[in-house]
């Protein structure tokens, strides 16, 4: 691949595999640079960087703050909780505001899916999707599929599983699109109400009853349960839910060995995964996150140092 | 003032001709040969000239929110696209649910001139679905039909009593068919898309539930009732088979259902310029809305244009409200993606825009170009194009998806009661 | 497409010319404990790696040997038309107080050994930097000299020169080439 084109990160949607492992191996470099002692490189020294984030997240803020501070970028946080946005116009009042200050990049967290193609018609600067609504979380899946291709070296043929909320879920629908590009064979499970209509279209196969599910699976990816589904009668009660969906003690025997799971963070022990198996289950967690900050500082070094005409909207 | 139309290519639905057309004191006098000396003479050698365009379906935002649209630049806008009457929906503020304000409505609209106002009566008082306003003085104050538009009457009890009631008024009763519990949140179509892009979607069963809930009212009663902006492929169906068994039921649909789908909301980055409700369909949707005009299962076109504020489409998709204007290239844009695309004829277009709507409205001497009727005509040339733009829309508000396009057959002259209200040569 | 104009240095010339320039450093400092040498990637880090070879066979000394990848350090100007890929920059011992070799096969602009200079720095403080290259093609557009060099090579600006090693292109020379 010659240069990095994209101006925006707006899901995985528009990535090609190419551009995807060019993430990877970028990524594979700065985990080095956070092992040094000066975890500090110049390559986006003068690049400002505005974390936008409409939705309320400290991790994957910090996440993407640090990605930038390490790169020598100047990071701006705005945050405004979702009570305070009361009309749209706020949303495209504030972009118009920090346009004056001229951001490089705009880290956007937003409840709107599909809000970005929108923003991106009142700002120069480059947009990456760190959340929107319930349509893609890309960095996530980047981080996910990379953290499985670390340990098992390629995805293709892997059977991947997710299990949860896939209706309310942006890091189900990107890390669907992600995986299958690379080959694997995703399944999801869940309550029927909370697997959106058609969702087979999407190409992942549906299942009900978890058991079925992970019999096979290499990888499981857990998402995280909002217990306020139950006031929507999504499911009658967090128990019926947790005797079903959870990985309970007696569920982790019968997976694979080298079967392994990943959750978006943070984790409702007890709810999605048993606090029994935290030892066993936490440390790959936890590389979740070292790996998010070097996909991060990776997408940042390439939005950030793309050369290229100015385009318009997406 | 006598005004002469010289060697007129006259489309009514059932028949063509070729003649010159007299118009006097506001009627068609005679269509033949015209020798005789007028005030005005126009020469429509290469054009087509067809009844004036009625709209069943068209919301005028006065009272209430004149800075969407008032009635000046509705009765503008209705011209220029070729309308001489226009059904206006009383979701206004305050809601046309009394004489006097629907007496105001038509009686400054007289006063501007351009275009006939028929204020459309709300079914129950306030809109609120929980008592029925009085149709008999509505009547009298000029309304033609009643509908609760923007809502569907959720109680079928009251739109039995409504339907019954009706009788007595001789009023059209339009019901706007969505399950507001059903369509609940949702912003697009749902389908595999909405499903994919994370959307919340509204089911097409929000539509046909009702359709076949005012279709069993209709029946059971026996009492006419017209449906308005049918979008999707289930509710054509059971239109379709009641028709068969006898059913008065009419229905109309907008042209934006004719030509887009919820694609072309994907393609357009969820631009808040494409949302509509009823939501733009599937592939199948738009074409059962095509077929359906074919075959008469759809009986009319109507616009539902539907003003908003510059500042309320600049939103994200979701916090948007619903709607498109439509009046100034209502006609246009059939002519060019089903005429020209010989999905359906000339003649077909005008029937579903003009002369079904008179009749269904009882306006007996509207509809068709015929000695004696009200000289209400459109001149257009079918060869000569033009573009949509911001600038030149004649509507207070800019929301329509149709920016940019090109369409055919531009309308030339607007005739209403033998006066010309637009003209564009 | 590029044909190779002239041959520079043959194999045997680059050979001579590293264990020249081994002998060179030796000479200029005495201390050869504090002594380190830097690669810059990526046909630096084949010539400082031959050059720890010639010291331990030839003078018996053990010289730790960093590998350096300027990318994140770089200015506008260097940037390659490429996909910034970011190889491997490892430096396992405690530079401060030593004496760097920094190692690159041609000096051109200068722009490269700018930011090498810079990374060391973020590494920690090192007594001094000295610079050997292969070539020294001349065009400097910043303040930097070499201080052991192989051979210089006038040439002009729309030149293009090649270095090619064993390591990575399978023989050594250094040719001119140019256009078809």
């Known amino acids: ?314 | 003032m006598k005004l002469v139309i010289k060697n007129a290519r006259i489309i009514n639905p059932d028949q063509q001709l070729q003649a010159d057309i007299l118009i006097q004191n506001g009627v068609i006098d005679k269509i033949g040969k015209i020798s005789e000396k007028a005030d005005k003479e126009i020469e429509a050698q290469g054009k087509i000239v067809f009844p004036g365009l009625i709209d069943m379906h068209t919301h005028i935002r006065t009272p209430g929110q004149e800075d969407r649209e008032d009635l000046e630049s509705a009765s503008r806008a209705a011209a220029k696209g070729g309308f001489t009457s226009i059904c206006c929906m009383p979701n206004t503020v305050p809601a046309v649910d009394n004489e006097t304000t629907a007496r105001w409505i038509y009686d400054q609209a007289r006063k501007i001139g351009l275009v006939d106002m028929y204020p459309v009566g709300a079914i129950s008082k306030q809109r609120q679905g929980k008592e029925l306003s009085e149709f008999c003085a509505l009547r009298r104050a000029g309304c033609l039909s009643l509908s609760d538009d923007g809502d569907s009457v959720k109680d079928p009890s009251l739109l039995r009593k409504a339907l019954e009631y009706s009788r007595m008024s001789g009023l059209l009763l339009i019901s706007h068919c969505e399950d507001k519990n059903l369509s609940g949140k949702g912003v697009m179509r749902e389908s595999s898309l909405s499903a994919q892009y994370g959307m919340t979607g509204i089911p097409s069963i929000s539509e046909s539930i009702i359709v076949a809930r005012d279709i069993e009212l209709a029946r059971y009663l026996n009492t006419p009732i017209h449906l308005a902006h049918i979008s999707t492929v289930r509710s054509l169906e059971l239109i379709h088979k009641a028709k068969q068994e006898g059913v008065q039921v009419t229905c109309e649909t907008a042209p934006h259902y004719c030509v887009l789908s919820l694609k072309d909301v994907v393609e357009n980055g969820f631009d808040s310029r494409y949302k509509v409700n009823p939501p733009l369909g599937e592939e199948s949707d738009v074409a059962a809305v095509r077929q359906a005009l074919q075959s008469g299962v759809i009986d009319c076109i109507a616009t539902d244009h539907a003003p908003h504020l510059q500042g309320e489409k600049e939103l994200p998709f979701q916090e948007a409200p619903f709607g498109f204007i439509g009046l100034e290239w209502a006609f246009s844009l059939l002519y060019t993606f089903l005429v020209k695309e010989k999905i359906i004829s000339l003649p077909l277009l005008v029937d579903k825009m003009s002369s079904v709507p008179a009749r269904i409205l009882k306006l007996e001497d509207k509809g068709l170009i015929r000695e004696g009727n009200c000289a209400d005509l459109v001149i257009a040339d079918p060869d000569r194009t033009w573009t949509v733009t911001e600038d030149t829309i004649a509507s207070k508000s800019r929301n329509t998806p149709f920016i940019g396009y090109t369409l055919s057959c531009c309308i030339e002259y607007t005739i209403h009661r033998g006066k010309i209200s637009y003209k564009n040569v | 497409m590029l044909r190779d104009k002239t041959q520079i240095l043959s194999a045997q010339d680059v050979s001579r010319a590293l264990y020249r320039l081994s002998h060179q450093v030796l000479e200029k400092y005495k201390n050869p404990q504090d002594l380190a040498l830097i690669g810059i990637h990526t046909r630096g880090v084949d010539l400082a790696r031959r050059l720890k070879t010639v010291f331990r066979e030839r003078e018996n000394l053990e010289i730790p040997l960093g590998i350096l990848d300027i990318t994140l350090y770089r200015d506008d100007l260097t940037a390659v038309a490429e996909v910034p890929l970011v190889k491997e920059t490892t430096i396992n011992f405690d530079i401060s107080g030593k004496t760097l070799i920094l190692v690159d096969d041609v000096l051109f602009t200068g722009r490269t050994i700018r930011a090498a200079l810079d990374e060391i720095m973020d590494f920690g403080r090192p007594r001094r930097i000295a610079l050997l290259v292969l070539v020294d093609r001349g065009h400097r557009e910043l303040p930097i000299r070499a201080d052991f060099v192989g051979k210089n090579i006038p040439t002009s600006r729309e030149e293009l020169i090649e270095v090619r090693l064993k390591e990575t292109d399978g023989k050594d020379e250094v040719v001119i080439v140019e256009k078809d």
């Open chain 1, 1 to 314: 691949m010659k240069t990095w084109q994209k101006k925006h990160l707006q899901g995985i949607k528009e990535l090609s595999r190419e551009e995807i492992e060019t993430i990877f191996n970028l990524a594979s470099s700065f985990k080095g640079l956070s092992e040094r002692e000066v975890k500090k490189a110049p390559a986006l020294r003068g690049k400002t960087v505005v974390n936008l984030f409409f939705e309320n997240s400290t991790r994957t803020r910090i996440s993407f703050e640090l990605a930038a501070k390490r790169l020598s970028a100047d990071v701006l946080n705005f945050s405004s909780t979702a009570s305070s946005l009361q009309k749209g116009e706020t949303i495209i009042d504030t972009i118009k505001t920090l346009e004056a200050y001229h951001p490089d990049i705009l880290v956007v967290r937003i409840g709107y899916s599909n809000c970005l193609p929108t923003l991106s018609k009142y700002t120069q600067a480059g947009i990456v999707n760190a959340g929107d609504g319930c349509h893609e979380h890309p960095t996530q899946a980047l981080l996910d599929m990379f953290t499985v291709k670390e340990i098992k070296k390629s995805l293709e043929g892997l059977k991947v599983l997710i299990v949860g909320d896939i209706l309310h879920s942006r890091v189900a629908r990107s890390n669907i699109c992600g995986f299958q590009k690379f080959g694997a064979k995703v399944r999801v499970c869940g309550p029927p109400t909370l697997i959106p209509y058609k969702f087979e279209d999407m190409g992942a196969e549906i299942f009900y009853d978890l058991d079925k599910a992970m019999a096979d699976a290499d990888v499981i990816i857990m998402l995280r349960i909002q217990k306020e589904r139950q006031q929507s009668s999504f499911f009658p009660s967090l128990r019926e839910y947790v005797e079903k969906f959870s990985l309970s003690t007696e569920r982790m025997e019968k997976l694979k060995k080298d079967c392994l799971i990943l959750h978006p963070g943070p984790v409702n022990w007890d709810v999605e995964i048993s606090s029994q198996v935290k030892n066993r289950v936490h440390p790959l967690i936890l590389r979740q996150v070292e790996n998010g900050l070097a996909i991060r500082m990776g997408v940042l070094y390439l939005i950030g140092t793309r050369k290229g005409e100015y385009e318009t909207g997406n």
